[in-house]
């Protein structure tokens, strides 16, 4: 607790201190218009305004694990994930959101490897059948490959499987058709320090950012 003190503390003084020289809060404490919706994990790795490294107010947020988006459904139940993205895209009017995959993922490596439920619930193991499809693909196509190259394939597979389920969302797909929001893949490769985007139309990802020379 006491490095999340000093944390804010910190935090504090550069953005309220008398010495600081940042107005953000002046202009944040009347709203936020961010333009970018990141869907992330909750991997404690992968803290989207860090990896980015953007301000307050820069993103909009959502986390869950693996960071997957569940396809489009008015069943009366609740949608937390589902309710973000709406909030997100029709009242805040973002212009592109980011799906943020990443490697070592714990979520698609229960997807892959099975996942014994810790509770009757087994929360983990229903919400990681939104990205079965990338799971049966993944198995179709590399059985002979290591087990590692079949779980990065799922990580990224997974990606895509979100950017499909964005597109049930009526409210995106009309928006996408008209030009008003883009839909982007991002995988981030924390043993290497790479960035890779997705190129939906040929389910490729590419180098978008290449590890630093040592």
């Known amino acids: ?33 961010p333009k970018t919706l990141v869907i992330g994990c909750s991997d404690s790795r ?17 986390r869950n694990v693996a960071n997957l988006v569940p396809p ?11 309710s973000a993205i709406e909030f997100a895209v029709c009242d805040l009017n973002v212009e592109q959101i980011i799906v943020l995959g990443h490697s070592s993922c714990g979520g698609i490596g229960a997807l892959m490897k099975g996942y014994a439920p810790k509770t009757d619930a087994n929360f983990v193991g229903r919400w990681m059948r939104i990205a079965e499809t990338a799971r049966e693909k993944v198995l179709a196509e590399m059985t002979a490959k290591p087990l ?12 895509a499987v979100s950017i499909d389920n964005l597109l049930t ?17 991002w995988y981030f490769d924390i043993e290497k320090g790479e960035l890779h985007q ?5 389910r490729e990802f590419h180098s978008l950012v290449e590890p630093l020379e040592e």
């Open 1 to 33: 607790m006491d490095k999340f003190i000093g944390g804010f503390r910190r935090f504090q003084h550069k953005y309220f201190g008398r010495e600081s020289d940042s107005n953000l809060f002046d202009q944040l404490k009347r709203g936020q218009s």
């Open 72 to 82: 489009y459904e008015k069943d009366g139940t609740f949608h937390g994930v589902s």
């Open 46 to 62: 992968v803290d989207p305004a860090i990896v980015t490294d953007c301000d307050p107010g820069d993103l909009f947020v959502v």
């Open 198 to 202: 997705l190129d939906h139309g040929k």
């Open 169 to 185: 969302f009526p409210f995106i797909e009309q928006k996408v058709q008209s030009g008003e929001l883009k839909l982007i893949g």
């Open 148 to 159: 590692a190259d079949q779980l990065q394939a799922a990580e990224m597979g997974s990606i």
